[in-house]
């Protein structure tokens, strides 16, 4: 075998190929690429994942290493059940109270229009989550309890 | 010819059994989420198939574009207790052929999002790559030493719950293994034949590995010293020889520089030099860190009692002046791999050792062929094969439970000790009846790893290896 030609036609070739998929790749991300697209990617749920109706089966297990920006979300049910978590503020697109339940319903698959059909009652930071509060700005590390009704408790602590 | 087939059948059938053994219960055990760059990697695959942005998770800062996000699949956030996820695009971590190869099949299989990319889908493709290796180690053996060597070292590939367990999981190191043994065969057939092919293969090869993960450059450095061992000094054959071999190959690995920069030259080098000055963690502790820990990811050990023998062989083959063509083969592999892990090693994650593990067998394997055909270190080779299979029969049985064999255990084995030393100073030779006992106890073993493989369940990993 002649290795010097094989060599020289080889690189051609190679070289040839590369910026083909250079410019192949510039195109095809220009085109496809787009920042909906990527959220689409990241926030859309499974087809397959289990939806629930019990907003206590799950929880998010972190304890995210963020200082105090944090929130913590606290689901108490009325068979003694509950689901608690703590979400990273950075990982939550838009900081309102409404919209981290939001996400916290996405991240859990549960729909969220549950909590007001069943009339969950949600306070935050020990107020009531009214319309007004639930579009505003939540503070850092402060908490969120939803209780299936009015006349639960926290399970873990002696009373309300 | 029937003597060839039925070689044939027990070549497939331990094929087969390596790819069962790995199927099974292998989208829950490593625990999904244990390691997310499987994730990861698929995310990347997936994300240039559907929109040709590679968006991944990366830990390495100099991303223009990083965003914290809590991607549920398998219900990661259920199962384990991970933080959010640091997404990045165009990500540039490692080249993305792995990531095609898992995310195209989660694609065609019909993921659309990152969170269809669950364990069950993706984790298939690397166990078929998993298998194949298992066929290309025994193909080693088969070419460069007897069938029986081959078989030895399949069973032991095939069934190590550690190797087992590793196989499943996403990660380029499992690619990477392939690549290198298929090198290696190349190379041993283009030192018997010199043929200009087999050095054609060995590069394309070689190239292709760079483009699972950068240590990929392995294949170089073993073709590198290869030829070196081959010629025995640096001539001109020897640098023709390289030279067109790195014709070959790094135009390959130059795809991935085409790849990068099509997303901006400054994003690949920032990436690229940030990886360059990632925490550099394993120090001088890494050797023994390296033989006394057999690790799957970071915090999870599963001690292997296989690898720790296998260093010892391969240590003794330092001591060795005079060794064939595919021993060499061996050693040089392993000192390939070995420089290539302390010079990008960072922190200690288990998939990093994983490419040592099918080279640490084939030492082993090989430290049997050559005392079992030619009859020497008998001594030696019995004490190996007692200790791998005492440490596999205590990991199976546990000390309590032992003890009702504990006086046989006592007394048989200083008394075979014994009558071999007696052997050796009387200077007769050993009777073949010793072949079969210590083939009988490498059987045993793999037995015995089966055994263990069938005990692993959800609950055993949580209880016991978590």
Redesign the interface.
């Given at each position: 075998?002649n290795?010097k030609k094989f060599?020289l036609i080889?690189?051609l070739v190679?070289?040839f190929?590369?910026?083909s998929?250079?410019?192949s790749?510039?195109k095809?991300?220009?085109?496809?690429?787009?920042t909906e697209?990527?959220f689409?990617?990241?926030?859309?749920?499974?087809?397959?994942?289990d939806k629930t109706d019990n907003l206590c089966k799950?929880?998010?297990?972190?304890?995210?290493?963020v200082g105090d920006q944090y929130i913590k979300i606290n689901f108490w049910c009325q068979n003694q059940s509950k689901a608690r978590s703590t979400?990273?503020l950075?990982?939550v697109p838009h900081t309102t109270a409404g919209e981290i339940l939001k996400?916290y319903a996405r991240?859990?698959?549960f729909d969220f229009n549950l909590i007001t059909q069943n009339k969950w009652y949600c306070l935050i930071n020990d107020q009531e989550l009214t319309e007004t509060n639930l579009k505003q700005e939540v503070r850092p590390a402060s908490t969120i309890d939803c209780f299936e009704n009015k006349n639960l408790y926290r399970h873990d602590q002696k009373e309300l | 010819m029937i003597k060839k087939s039925f070689k044939f059948l027990i070549f497939i059938s331990i094929i087969v059994l390596a790819f069962f053994l790995r199927k099974k219960n292998y989208a829950q055990i490593p625990i999904p989420g244990q390691s997310v760059d499987e994730y990861s990697y698929s995310?990347v695959g997936?994300?240039l198939i559907?929109?040709?942005?590679p968006?991944g998770v990366s830990g390495i800062p100099g991303y223009q574009n990083q965003?914290?996000?809590?991607?549920?699949?398998d219900?990661l956030?259920?199962?384990?207790?991970?933080?959010?996820l640091s997404?990045n695009?165009?990500w540039m971590d490692h080249p993305p052929l792995l990531g095609l190869i898992t995310g195209g099949y989660a694609a065609i299989s019909g993921a659309?999002?990152?969170?269809?990319t669950?364990s069950l889908l993706i984790r298939r493709p690397i166990i078929i790559i998993s298998t194949i290796s298992v066929a290309l180690l025994m193909i080693f053996c088969w070419l460069n030493f007897r069938f029986l060597t081959a078989v030895i070292s399949g069973s032991i590939y095939a069934t190590t719950p550690l190797i087992v367990l590793s196989s499943r999981m996403i990660q380029a190191e499992n690619a990477i293994i392939p690549c290198l043994l298929l090198v290696m065969i190349f190379s041993s057939l283009y030192f018997r034949q010199k043929k200009?092919i087999w050095l054609i293969f060995a590069a394309i090869i070689s190239g292709i590995a760079t483009l699972f993960k950068l240590t990929g450059v392995v294949c170089h450095l073993y073709i590198f010293f290869s030829l070196i061992f081959y010629y025995q000094k640096f001539n001109s054959k020897l640098f023709?020889d390289f030279l067109?071999f790195l014709?070959?190959s790094l135009?390959?690995t130059?795809?991935f520089?085409?790849?990068g920069?099509?997303?901006g030259s400054k994003n690949f080098f920032n990436i690229l030099f940030s990886n360059a000055n990632r925490f550099y963690g394993i120090g001088p502790n890494a050797i023994i860190d390296l033989i006394r820990n057999q690790r799957l990811t970071q915090h999870k050990f599963l001690p292997e009692i296989w690898l720790i023998i296998g260093w010892i062989t391969f240590f003794l083959s330092f001591s060795k002046t005079k060794k064939t063509l595919p021993q060499s083969l061996i050693f040089i592999s392993l000192i390939s791999y070995l420089i290539v892990y302390l010079f990008f090693g960072s922190q200690p994650y288990g998939w990093y050792t994983f490419p040592f593990w099918p080279l640490l067998i084939l030492s082993l394997t090989a430290f049997f062929d050559e005392n079992l055909t030619n009859q020497k270190n008998l001594l030696l080779t019995f004490i190996i094969a007692i200790t791998i299979f005492g440490a596999n029969l205590a990991r199976i049985m546990g000390i309590f439970e032992f003890q009702k064999y504990s006086t046989l255990w006592r007394f048989l084995i200083p008394a075979t000790i014994f009558f071999l030393i007696v052997k050796y100073l009387i200077k007769k030779p050993t009777s073949r009846i010793l072949n079969f006992i210590i083939l009988a106890l490498i059987f045993g073993s793999v037995y015995f790893n089966l055994y263990y493989l069938n005990q692993i369940t959800l609950d055993f990993w949580w209880q016991n290896i978590s």
């Open positions: 075998m290795r060599i080889y690189l190679s070289f190929a590369g910026l998929l250079f410019f790749l510039k095809y991300s220009q085109h496809n690429f787009s697209k990527f689409t990617l990241t926030d859309t749920v499974a087809r397959v994942k799950y929880q998010i297990l972190s304890e995210p290493k979400l990273s950075a990982a996400e991240i859990i698959n | 995310w997936l994300s559907k929109t040709g942005m968006i965003f914290s996000k809590y991607i549920n699949v219900r956030y259920q199962t384990l207790s991970s933080d959010p997404i695009y165009p659309n999002v990152f969170e269809d669950t200009d023709k067109f014709g070959i135009p390959i130059s795809l520089f085409f790849y920069i099509s997303y």
